[in-house]
Every structure is written in structure tokens, then in C-alpha cells.
């Protein structure tokens, strides 16, 4: 089995989204050229980065348009700097 390990203070994503028909309101079905890229991604891999805010599994908020896009045995993943990330997401507790 190969993977991918990120180099220096880089990050790898998963781009892989759910292939499920999405449809506007009116029921016409939008194709993948239209569809806008995502912004937020779970972590694969995180390189030799000194005491990381994130972990592997993390779902993270990143810049539009950064990264590099690869496909790797099947899978889409950005490679992206891990000063490109703006966010972690975090699941709260509802008031």
C-alpha cells in the first residue's frame, strides 16, 4: 500500500465529496463543471510542522485558492501550506 507524506509545513486534504446528484430548487440537476470547489476538508497527513493546531481526521477551513490538486490511487487531495488553513472546525454544544 503507497501513501503520501507531506513534506516540510505542508498538509494534505481530502477532496474526495460525496458523488451524489445536486440539484437546484426548481429540479434541474447542476453538473461538476458548475459546482463550486469546497473549502473545508478533513486532514489526511500533516508534515513536520512544530506543534500543529490541527491532527489527522480534523475537518479544517482553507484558502480558496491554494494548494495544489492531485489524484492519488483514486483519491482527490490537495496539498496545501499549512499557513493556507484558516480554521479548525469544531462541533459545539447547541444553547
Do not use: C, H, W
Not at 509545513?9 to 451524489?20: F, H, M, N, Y
Not at 495544489?68 to 482527490?76: D, I, P, Q, W
Not at 499549512?82 to 444553547?95: G, R
Amino acid at each position: 500500500m503507497k501513501e503520501l507524506q507531506p513534506l516540510n509545513e505542508q498538509v494534505i486534504l481530502d477532496l474526495s465529496e460525496d458523488k451524489s446528484e445536486q440539484r437546484t430548487a426548481s429540479g434541474l440537476i447542476i453538473p461538476d463543471t458548475a459546482k463550486e470547489k469546497p473549502q473545508i476538508a478533513p486532514v489526511l497527513a500533516i508534515g513536520n510542522i512544530e506543534k500543529p493546531a490541527i491532527s489527522v481526521g480534523d475537518k479544517v477551513l482553507f484558502k480558496k485558492y491554494s494548494g495544489t490538486e492531485v489524484t492519488f490511487e483514486g483519491r482527490k487531495l490537495l496539498v496545501i501550506p499549512y499557513a493556507d488553513l484558516l480554521a479548525k472546525v469544531v462541533e459545539t454544544e447547541s444553547i
